[in-house]
């Protein structure tokens, strides 16, 4: 699998495709409302893309963006195999992977200048402190993350970080967050979680991780989540996220869609067994409708974006 996440212009969106996967993206696009896809790389990292644009009977606009906004390029590319070839290089980050095409700087005028926060001692240290918490949970994206650095200080009639400002610390946080995940080493509590929720995929019970925002918006939603066959659910929301970082476990609600409690009881076991399968600890009396929790877990989400 290639280390990106693609986003197609009718909101598809792609983690980890396989080069073949990429290759067919690419030959799609051409048609109304489908001509374009972004890749990015995981984790996203400030400035750094690949983007083709077509349609179809025209060439392929190919540009990548090489860590500023000054250094964005771009080639005219006749067939897509050329850009199939130059994209996947990128992804793999391969040496000479732009060797192919024609590329010419884009002029996209000067930087705009990001001026400094005013911001009290106190403010600066809370607003901090709230993204890094944010970016701890492991979910969120840049835009994201720079939305909650705008919003978090916002009063009735006080705006003090503009939408430029939240970017530029978001991405300066993003970063330092990213630096610290390069050193972890092996697989993390977190991705055994997406292990075993991947596994239950698999036998037909729809798995998500940081689901909505509370257990009554994720009963409401979550029968919508899946396939038309699933069989049950298990989940974890935002909040149990935000518990989970603090070190006090990880809680997950399950069930079955056909209402019963032998349903549901089959479910929660299925779910024990999986997370066992991984080598999380869990705790869970048996009781249908009771919620699983997983601990101890040592909760170091990588960043994907």
Aim: hydrophobic share 40%; proline share 4%.
């Amino acid at each position: 699998m290639l280390e990106i996440v693609v986003m197609t212009e009718n909101g598809e969106r792609y983690v980890r495709v396989s080069a073949g996967g990429l290759a067919g993206l690419v030959r799609r696009i051409g048609g109304d409302g489908d001509r374009f896809l972004v890749a990015q790389r995981i984790p996203d990292l400030p400035d750094v893309f690949t983007q083709v644009w077509h349609e179809a009977g025209g060439d392929y606009t190919l540009e990548y963006r090489d860590g500023a906004a000054g250094r964005q390029f771009q080639a005219r590319v006749g067939e897509p195999e050329a850009v199939i070839a130059a994209m996947t290089g990128w992804a793999r980050q391969e040496a000479g992977w732009d060797g192919g095409p024609a590329w010419s700087l884009l002029d996209l005028g000067p930087a705009r200048e990001v001026p400094p926060l005013s911001l009290g001692e106190d403010e600066r240290e809370k607003l901090e402190k709230q993204v890094r918490e944010t970016l701890a949970g492991g979910y969120v994206s840049r835009a994201e993350l720079a939305e909650v650095a705008e919003e978090y200080l916002v009063t009735e009639d006080r705006r003090p970080v503009s939408r430029e400002q939240a970017r530029a610390l978001a991405d300066r946080l993003w970063l330092e967050r990213v630096a610290e995940t390069a050193t972890w080493q092996g697989e993390t509590d977190p991705e055994r979680v997406t292990r075993a929720f991947t596994a239950l995929a698999d036998t037909g019970i729809t798995a998500r991780e940081n689901f909505t925002c509370c257990r009554g918006c994720g009963h409401s939603e979550i029968g919508g989540e899946g396939e038309s066959d699933a069989r049950g659910f298990v989940y974890f929301h935002s909040q149990c996220t935000d518990s989970a970082v603090a070190g006090h476990g990880l809680t997950l609600f399950h069930g079955g869609f056909d209402g019963s409690s032998a349903t549901a009881a089959a479910i929660g076991h299925e779910v024990v067994a999986a997370l066992q399968a991984v080598g999380l600890h869990t705790e869970w009396d048996g009781t249908p409708g009771q919620a699983i929790t997983v601990a101890p877990l040592d909760w170091r989400r990588r960043l994907i974006g």
